[in-house]
């Protein structure tokens, strides 16, 4: 499901999601700056949004729209911002029509290097003046939200680094797929759990699959250390049963008929959570995993995992 769909169907304000009704004319520009700020500020990790054209009531959302020929040019705000706030907040400002309605979303991004605060007095804003955003709320920096940022300078990184799960360790029960773990922050990192989930094009969860190892299976033990300033790149091992294949749709051959949506969850220490996600991956499956999908349709199976 796109991005911004699943938003607007099911989001709610947060730390890294806000509706307005109307966009942020010239005498909102203040408004703007503080929103921005906030976002940018916030605890969450990921992108951040803020979605012009739709009233958030209690009853639900109200899909007000914004007239085509009045959209306002994202050079407007990216000026406005720059100007003011500092250090640069990278943001987009684009048009995004959903159901026949056109509709304003800035996607904030790469929020890494706060805080970000007023660099010079604007209107009733001062020199220094620093918002963050909490829940569905912006509030004034806090000295234990300034402790926070310079202590959590930089971020924890997962990408994928290959566009498919092989489920074919059946004797141990798992699957792999590579990855890179990168931690750039001044802090050491420890990881105690994570999930591969696995959903289809339309955002349904097919099945997850718990972590157990980097490069070596360690099971429900799992604990992965990462100093500051590191990285590290291996086989993400995550387990795997004979019915995940029945879940995925996987035929005799192994193969799946769908490409499918990975999101990894992982958990450190300190309870925060990061998460990376990769669309259009494939899974593939071999050996006594696939022994209930031949048995289904027939297939004998000669099993290597039993005695």
């Known amino acids: 499901m796109d991005k911004i769909i699943e938003l607007i169907e099911f989001g709610y304000e947060c730390e890294y999601l806000d509706f307005k009704e109307r966009q942020y004319h010239k005498d909102k520009s203040m408004d703007l700056l503080m929103d921005i700020m906030a976002m940018a500020n916030s605890r969450h990790s990921g992108d951040k949004f803020i979605i012009i ?4 009531r209690p009853e639900g959302k109200e899909i007000k729209g914004i007239d085509p020929k009045e959209f306002i040019d994202s050079s407007n705000y990216v000026q406005l911002v720059l100007n003011n706030i500092e250090p640069e907040i990278q943001f987009d400002y684009f048009r995004y029509v959903y159901k026949g309605a056109v509709l304003g979303v800035f996607k904030i991004y790469k929020t890494e290097n706060k805080p970000y605060m ?11 003046y620093c918002l963050i955003r909490k829940g569905s709320t912006n509030t004034v920096a ?17 990408r994928f680094l290959e566009h498919a799960l092989y489920a074919v360790h059946d004797t141990e029960g798992y699957a792999f797929i590579k990855v890179v773990l990168a931690n750039t922050t001044e802090l050491p990192i420890t990881i105690i759990g994570g999930t591969l989930f696995i959903r289809n094009d339309y955002g349904k969860e097919l099945s997850r699959h718990q972590v157990y190892g980097l490069d070596e299976f360690m099971g429900a033990d799992f604990k992965l250390s990462l100093p500051p300033k590191s990285e590290v ?26 490409q499918f949506d990975f999101e990894l969850l992982l958990v450190d220490a300190r309870e925060k959570r990061c998460s990376a996600t990769m669309n259009n991956a494939s899974v593939f499956v071999d050996g006594d995993f696939l022994w209930k999908v031949k048995e289904q349709k027939g297939i004998s199976h000669k099993f290597r995992t039993h005695s």
């Open 53 to 56: 054209g739709v009233k958030d």
């Open 118 to 128: 007023m660099r010079k007095r604007f209107d009733r804003l001062n020199e220094g």
């Open 142 to 158: 806090k000295r234990s939200d300034f402790d926070y940022m310079y202590l959590n300078k930089g971020q924890f990184e997962i």
């Open 233 to 258: 790149v291996g086989h993400l091992m995550v387990g795997f049963l004979s019915l995940d294949p029945f879940r995925l749709n996987i035929d005799e051959n192994g193969v799946g008929a769908e």
